[in-house]
């Protein structure tokens, strides 16, 4: 394994590890590693096409892509959970349906 993918999994393990402790509560926004640009976290709604037994396969969860590129979602208990995307398929709808399936994922 090279170095910068070893460092990117470390970075990412310790940002998982500061959001579900509670460290890092605005995670919406961060630096980019030069420290000129200011990124803001994208939402959107994607399916669940990965293995994960304690994820439902084919639901629609509102994602929260993190600066690791990594999805945030609530799980069906309700608990953070961090997901890889190659797990998700994000989808989009028009305005109205879009609006009204956040509404519904929310729930």
């Not at 509102?62 to 890889?84: A, H, M, Q, W, Y």
Request: aromatic share 8%; hydrophobic share 40%.
């Amino acid at each position: 394994m090279s170095k910068a993918v070893f460092d990117s999994l470390v970075g990412s393990i310790k940002e998982a590890d500061g959001i579900l402790r509670g460290e890092i509560s605005n995670y919406e926004s961060w630096t980019e590693s030069n420290g000129k640009n200011q990124v803001k976290a994208k939402k959107a709604l994607a399916v669940f096409v990965g293995d994960d037994d304690a994820i439902v396969k084919g639901k629609i969860y509102n994602v929260e892509i993190l600066p690791s590129g990594r999805f945030l979602i609530s799980d069906e208990k309700g608990e953070s959970v961090i997901c890889t995307a190659d797990d998700f398929l994000i989808v989009s709808f028009q305005p109205k349906a879009e609006k009204f399936l956040r509404e519904l994922v929310a729930a």
